[in-house]
């Protein structure tokens, strides 16, 4: 059974950092290209970044791009979103999603199964 599971949200002030991260169980991230999105209330979920299977090669929302980092841990079977300069419009509740496409993407319509979110609330 596919499941992910996010953690290390929270409060945190404008300009400063956070690593949020995802456990993956029942499928292998060497297998899987899997990314984050992010949604706020009333809007669609949208792809901040998303990285591939075994080569490191990772997209970013032109947003994100430059403050954001992706990365994972094939052997324990994690990811991870490095944050840094956070703004307020980087509040939302992240999720860290897997796709069966075999391109990077992040179009939310392609990734198939979802974690329960972590909520980042970037404020003074």
């Known amino acids: 059974q596919v499941q992910l599971v996010e953690s290390g949200g929270g409060l945190v002030q404008p300009g400063r950092a956070l690593r949020i991260s995802c456990a993956a169980s029942?499928?292998?991230?060497?297998?899987?290209?899997i990314g984050w999105l992010r949604q706020v209330p009333g809007k669609e979920r949208v792809g901040v970044a998303c990285?591939?299977?075994?080569?490191?090669?990772?997209v970013y929302a032109s947003s994100v791009r430059g403050r954001l980092t992706i990365s994972k841990d094939n052997v324990k079977n994690m990811v991870f979103l490095e944050m840094n300069d956070l703004k307020p419009e980087d509040t939302a509740v992240y999720y860290c999603?897997?796709?069966?496409?075999?391109?990077?993407?992040?179009?939310?319509?392609?990734?198939?199964?979802w974690g329960q979110g972590t909520q980042v609330t970037v404020s003074s």
């Open positions: 999603a897997t796709t069966l496409s075999v391109q990077l993407t992040l179009n939310s319509g392609n990734y198939i199964a």
């Open positions: 029942g499928f292998t991230l060497d297998s899987y290209i």
């Open positions: 990285i591939g299977t075994t080569d490191g090669s990772a």
